[in-house]
């Protein structure tokens, strides 16, 4: 890899952190090192801003592309920010509560969801906790508070309300769904929705998330170096889940996690190591950025 200025684009759950939250010290050191080498580095996650917990922020980072490319910041600095808007929000309330499904609504500044919500949440990642990391969660009233997990939470049990007091919503994650992550997608069908299976360790094809189809983590990347006036040719990107197959094939050179679903290393033009096994270290080292 040449010594030109390069942007590196890092997904979080499952390539920052691990899906207990833990950020393995090499990949900080690592970050720091790179961006002390001149280059930049940027988060990109389908997490909205308000998600992103500050031990994530205080690695330090050059720019943030949240929200699945529908936010963008750069030294802290708003550079793009999409919204869903009434008619949208409207459509999808209805849609999940028609349908009894569980769903959170992300923004800028927060995340709400209904008291149901709240305790469908709990169960779900405590049963995730059980079946992907081997944790036993053994009563989920006392499990840790879904704040911890998804971020800044408040209840709103005024679900019809939604679409009047929350247009500037960017996403929705779901879960527990009677329908398919594709007849999801059917039924979205013309109405610029796009659905992606959740960023779980093992992806869940009853829970997911909910993006305009206009925004995507590859449409960020793109909006990140028109901004700075740089070329696709410097930029490289780390991701795991289904949400960063389009920012892997975008960039220059995609790196997928070696605890990546298939889907995502299958577009990628390297595995690394895990993210327990200083798989961001590793490949930085590799590709002489460190």
């Known amino acids: 890899m040449n010594n030109t200025k390069k942007i590196i ?12 939250g833990n950020i393995p010290k090499s990949t900080i050191d690592a970050i720091k090192k790179v961006r002390e080498n001149g280059h930049l580095a940027f988060i990109c996650t389908g997490r909205s801003l308000a998600q992103i917990e500050k031990k994530i922020i205080n690695i330090g980072f050059d720019g943030i592309v949240a929200a699945a490319g529908a936010y963008i910041e750069f030294k802290g600095k708003e550079i793009y920010h999409s919204v869903f808007g009434e008619e949208k929000i409207k459509f999808l309330a209805e849609f999940m509560m028609k349908n009894n499904i569980s769903f959170i609504i992300q923004t800028k500044n927060g995340c709400y969801l209904s008291k149901k919500s709240g305790n469908d949440f709990k169960k779900v990642f405590a049963r995730r906790l059980k079946n992907d990391l081997g944790i036993e969660v053994s009563n989920v009233d006392d499990f840790s508070t879904i704040e911890e997990i998804v971020g800044k939470i408040k209840i709103d049990n005024e679900v019809d309300k939604y679409h009047l007091k929350y247009p500037d919503t960017e996403s929705m994650i779901y879960c527990d769904s009677c329908f398919s992550v594709e007849e999801t997608r059917n039924y979205f ?5 796009k659905v992606t299976p959740s960023s779980f360790k093992k992806p869940d094809n009853y829970s997911g998330e909910i993006t305009k189809e206009t925004d995507n983590k590859a449409s960020g990347i793109e909006k990140v170096i028109e901004y700075l006036g740089m070329s696709i040719d410097d930029t490289i990107a780390f991701g795991d889940g289904p949400n960063d197959i389009e920012m892997i094939e975008y960039v220059k050179y ?4 070696g605890n990546a679903v298939d889907d995502t290393k299958s577009v990628s033009n390297y595995i690394t190591d895990d993210v327990e096994n200083e798989g961001i270290y590793k490949a930085l080292k590799k590709f002489e950025l460190i």
């Open 254 to 257: 995609g790196i997928a996690m």
């Open 189 to 193: 069908m013309g109405k610029n929705l």
């Open 9 to 20: 684009f890092f997904d979080i759950d499952g390539t920052l952190s691990d899906f207990s």
